[in-house]
C-alpha cells in the first residue's frame, strides 16, 4: 500500500472478511431517492478492489509481474436485491475469498446497512494476461486471496 495513504481509506481486514464503509450520495440515488440498482456494482468493485489492496495486491501493479501482465476481469455476477438503500445510508461492503486457484477466483460480497442485508453478490473473476488470454494465478498470489 502506498505509504503517504492513510490506511483505513481501504477499510479493514477481519478474519478472512474485508469491510470497507462507503456513504450513499446524491448522485447514487435515482428519483425516488433509492440507490439505482446499478450503482451497486460500484460499491461492490471498490470492496473487491480494496479487499485486495489490504490483502497486499496493488491491480495496477499487477500488470508488471512478468512478462504476461496479470489482470483480473469479472467473468460472471449473480446478484441478490434484498432491501434499497438510500441517500446518507452508511453501508459496509464485506467480501470474502471462496475460491482462488487456476484462472479464476470466486469472491462472496454482502452490502449491508448496520445489521440489514441489502445486496447479497458472488462474483467469478476470471485471470487473463496482458493479451487477453487465461493465465493461472500465481500460487503465492492464490494462497494470499484465500489467507494463507
Request: charge should be neutral; hydrophobic fraction near 40%; aromatic fraction near 6%.
Amino acid at each position: 500500500m502506498t505509504s503517504d495513504i492513510p490506511n483505513h481509506l481501504a477499510g479493514e481486514l477481519a478474519g478472512d472478511t474485508h469491510r470497507l464503509v462507503q456513504r450513499v450520495y446524491y448522485e447514487d440515488t435515482d428519483f425516488s431517492g433509492l440507490v439505482y440498482h446499478a450503482r451497486y456494482l460500484h460499491f461492490l468493485e471498490r470492496g473487491r478492489t480494496d479487499y485486495l489492496r489490504c490483502l497486499g495486491c496493488e491491480q495496477s501493479a499487477l500488470m508488471g509481474i512478468d512478462d504476461e501482465g496479470l489482470v483480473f476481469v469479472v467473468h460472471r455476477m449473480e446478484i441478490d436485491f434484498k432491501s434499497p438503500a438510500r441517500m446518507d445510508d452508511v453501508l459496509t461492503i464485506h467480501s470474502r475469498t471462496e475460491k482462488a486457484g487456476g484462472a479464476k477466483m470466486v469472491i462472496a460480497q454482502e452490502i449491508r446497512r448496520g445489521e440489514t442485508l441489502l445486496i447479497q453478490a458472488k462474483v467469478v473473476i476470471a485471470v487473463i494476461n496482458r493479451h487477453g488470454r487465461p493465465r493461472r494465478l500465481p500460487e503465492s498470489l492464490a494462497q494470499s486471496f484465500l489467507g494463507g
